[in-house]
């Protein structure tokens, strides 16, 4: 079941925009945010119910989701979304997304998670490709100023709190360039793996905040 949606996602994607890659990236970001919308929601519904309550998770989650948000920020910018059939197909593929991951996280977090892991694994190999092959393109192509507004001049708390495996403070990645852009969002796609990676571990449900191990690690 897992893979089969994933599948459907990578399908859509690959043959539909094969030729348009911006476009492409933006229908992938639209739909990669909502995942975590879904994960956050039932979480509050359980605390709103008084099951349990994980704060360090609604934290980390809606990091995710303010990451993502600013990777189609970016394809926005680049242009991404101005044919309204490309916006029409991103929004109802999201929302269709949205509903079943609710579903799957109410049965099975960690199916959940890992449904998440494997859309994230693609979206790196997918930007990784894109680097690959057009390299000296973006080089010569400035960063858009959300991209340096996130990255360099924003709430780098939130950049260092979705990244779970990570110090926080360790990454601060350059964005001199369009290429630095799609660098730093392929990288933001193989953290995010990391953390749905940890979601997936029992020994993580205690602390799953960065800033929270390094709190506990300095008291």
Known sequence: MIRLLVGVLVFVL?????????????????VARIPYFSYLSVLHFYETLGFWRRADWLKVHFAESWNELHHLLIMEALGGDKKWIDR???????????????AL??????????????????????????????AEELKGQPAPQIAVSYYRDGDLYMFDEFQSARVPEERRPAVDNLYDVFVNIRDDEMEHVKTMVACQSLEAQANLSPHSSTLIAES
């Open 14 to 30: 690959k043959t539909v925009y094969r030729d348009r890659p911006i476009p492409r990236f933006y229908v992938l970001e639209t």
């Open 105 to 134: 996280y109410v049965v099975s977090p960690r199916s959940a998670y890992h449904f998440m892991e494997l859309v994230e694994q693609e979206a790196f190999q997918t930007y990784n490709s894109f680097l690959h092959d057009h």
């Open 88 to 102: 029409f197909l991103a929004r109802h593929v999201a929302l269709l997304y949205y509903w079943i991951v609710v």
